[in-house]
């Protein structure tokens, strides 16, 4: 894939807690919204924090050219992050990384499975593929689930399970999964690495082909730090630059 990227001082135009200590934020810039594909993702530059973090995309408008993420307060640059008021500038570097294949066979039904914020990763994906599927999300308690109205409107089947049994199903999403995934199936997973591991031993088990977007600790985006390399078949790839997304039946999961 051919990538052009932008690094752009650009303007907080929202930034609003979703729920718990889930916030989105935009900016502007009709260059990263227009070259954005589902699975890519951002280096956000903060006053006051040395290394940047890596957002998935969330959206990207084309027409008005505005990007969104979504992200979790876990740390300094997130609660940082937090507290910028519209009007905050921020540096962004992307879009960045591989995204998702987004060719479906007629015949075959896409499959998305999110945990946590990944599932933003996976919002991007089910407004960019051709024809909705079915959705299995899964947090600990209902009072984390983000975006269902969002997926509701472009017409995905929702499954939702919680640990906690708060809404839908008691248990792992991965449980529900396994239950219910038919084999005329491409999934699609971003998530805790847990999550993805067991849903990739599920594929393997039902022939089912898919991708993982993965998420790993970034410092620089562009593969020249080499500090987010992970085990693809017998080699090593760098996430940041040769992913984020691979075939889920060529990640080697500890």
Known sequence: MDIKRWDYQLEITENKNICLNFYKFSVVSKEIASAACAGQFCMIGLDKVFLRRPLSIYS???????????????????????????????????????????DIKDNVEPVLVAGGTGVASIH????????????????????????????????????????????????????????????????????????????????????????????????????????CAVKIKNSYKMACKDGPVFSIADILFE
């Open 60 to 102: 990207a408008d084309k027409k008005a050219g505005t990007v969104s993420f979504l992200y979790k307060v876990v740390g300094k640059g997130t609660d940082i992050l937090a507290n910028l008021p519209v009007g905050s500038f921020v540096k962004v570097l992307g879009p960045l990384g591989q995204g998702y294949p987004l």
């Open 124 to 227: 991007f994906l089910a407004s960019s593929l051709s024809k909705p599927g079915s959705l299995y999300y899964g947090v600990r308690k209902k009072e984390e689930l983000m975006c269902l109205t969002e997926f509701e409107k472009m017409g995905w089947k929702i499954n939702i399970s919680t640990e906690d049994g708060s809404y839908g199903y008691k248990g792992f999403v991965t449980d529900l999964l396994a239950k219910q995934v038919q084999q005329n199936s491409v999934i699609y997973v971003c998530g805790p690495t847990p999550m993805m591991k067991k849903v990739a031993e599920i594929a393997k088990d039902k022939n089912i082909s898919g991708y993982a977007s993965l998420e790993q600790k970034m410092a620089c985006g562009v593969g020249n730090c080499q500090g």
